[in-house]
């Protein structure tokens, strides 16, 4: 069956309305307007269809956008003004043109995005390739946690399942409860590592079992998280190395990277890679590589290459040499904008935080200097630890996030707000450091918390009772500056998150003279669960504070 046949005959299978009759209408809308560009920027994805395939039947050549941000000068399609695209009644006559052009924009994550031209005939040619090569079938159902916006989700989540005949799950399901809910029998899933490493983490990752694949692109799929994968499930894993410009170019199903055959592959005189292929013309890449018998080694990217005492270093290699300490769930490594040093940004995983709660972030760079000391010798001068790295949906470090990241000054993200006389939360707003926050983070989850209005009544209105609570992550600024060989909470610090959080609430904290019966029982360590109870009763702040459950420390404040 042709393309245009399955795309008349296709339903998503938690939507069953008419794709095709949604596009005619689509195309009929824009012909009537005399549309021929169309920026598009939907997330829901019957209406990605709609609109990507109804410009092409129209001759419109769509402009898939990675970000909402619009020309002024072209016509721009969303979630929201959708319904005002479509015509009342369909209009015969539309038919595709396998030469329709596309523009793709890039991520932009290592710089400035670009738009790519791509045209029906190549992604056609791309999607029967693959249908042949990894031998999905129409008895597949995909369901992904990547967009469609981005080449990956096009490729995988949109044209190919179209060629097999095969079915989709419209929603994009990036949640590990949506996805291990599901009966997985002859599913593939589309994803990239950073969802996926959280799904090997869960506690129902034994869900996963009846998974038929799994194809993952964005950033690389590190061995251990595919090991791991294995053990849980009997899937197929599929990595996948290709571009918005390059397109599929190789996969890897365990046993490293191999070109796909209808690539041809070649390196420059710097070593980096190009490719030219049925989908894709000549491209010239910035990934250094070695090629051997159709098996492909990426060595990183030619500008993540730089030159320290006249010798050219891989930041990729240190990367790779960072997380073999075993101690990191991500990492991330730069030059340092002000000096000439490298800079490591570290995440760290669960033995990471055991190791920072015993011996400090002192302790754990000494161990990481140590690792790199005979490949990179001092080459990485300066260590930043993160709650969470900065990477986007793909997986991929956005580049322009570094320096908010490396001067960042963290503080406790609080979740929490008044609780009546049975402890339960009342309605009000959400604070993190003194500032309203749009959602909560890091709740005990012993609490039944609720995620308030903004712009609910203010607090100081109800009676001044309240809860707040915050994980004491590895990477907060005091972990920094105090106990850097044993990471403690200073007890000054404690008190100064009474008074702020007092503060935030409208207790007014100005006229604070003394803090009477001051008692400090249990250390606050990194990692820990730190919830805060306070009350103001006629002049005095009663405080309790609680570590991992248990109480730490306790005392009142005459204001």
Sequence with gaps: MSFEENLKNFRFTDDSRDVFDACIRFAAFLEKEGVKELQIYIDDTFKFYVAFFGSLLAGAAPYVLAKPIYEANLTAVNDENFLNFLANAPVSGFKFDPQAKFYLQTSGSSGKSKMIEKTLAQMIKESEYLARELNFSERNTF???????????????????????????????????????????????????????????????????????????????????????????????????????????????????????????????????????????????????????????????????????????????????????????????????????????????????????????????????????????????????????????????????????????????????????AGEFCSGQIYGSGQNLESGLNCDTNASYVKFDKGGDRLENHAQKYEFSAIMHAGLEIYESHFPNLPLLPGFMQLDYVFELASGVGIDVSGLNTVENLKFMKFVRPGDLLRICFEKRGDKLYFELFSNGEKCSTGRAAL
């Excluded at 033995?351 to 754990?364: A, P, Y």
Aim: charged share 25%; proline share 4%; glycine share 10%.
């Design 143 to 421: 369901f992904s946690s990547v967009s469609h916006r981005h080449m990956f989700g096009l490729t995988f989540k949109v044209f190919l399942p179209l060629v097999l005949g095969a079915r989709v799950i419209a929603d994009e399901l990036n949640y590990p409860e949506a996805i291990l809910g599901l009966d997985l029998a002859n599913h593939v899933f589309i994803a990239s590592p950073v969802l996926l490493r959280t799904l090997a983490q869960s506690p129902a990752a034994s869900a996963l079992k009846g998974l038929s694949g799994i194809v993952s692109a964005g950033s690389p799929l590190k061995k251990e998280l595919r090991s791991e994968l294995g053990q849980i499930c009997g899937a197929r894993i599929i990595e996948i190395y290709g571009s918005t410009e390059t397109g599929i170019v190789a996969k890897d199903e365990g046993r490293g990277l191999r070109l796909f055959g209808a690539v041809n592959a070649g390196l420059d005189d710097r070593g980096a890679l190009n490719v030219s292929s049925p989908w894709c013309g000549f491209f010239q890449t910035n990934d250094a590589a070695s090629i051997d018998e159709g098996r492909l080694a990426l060595q990183g990217r030619i500008d993540r290459i730089v030159k320290l005492n006249d010798k050219r270093v891989s930041l990729e290699s240190i990367e790779a040499k960072l997380l073999e300490s075993g101690l990191l769930a991500d990492c991330y490594c730069e030059p340092h904008p002000k000096f000439k040093r490298i800079v490591a940004l570290l995440e760290l995983n669960g033995e990471g935080l055991k190791k920072f709660r015993k011996i400090g972030k002192k302790g754990v760079v000494a161990e990481l200097k140590e690792l790199l000391k005979l490949e990179f010798k001092n080459s990485v001068r300066y260590f930043k630890i993160v709650k969470k790295m900065p990477r986007n949906q793909q997986g991929k470090f956005e580049k322009s996030e570094f320096e908010n990241a490396l001067f960042a000054s963290p503080k406790p993200v609080w979740s929490g707000g008044r609780v009546n006389e």
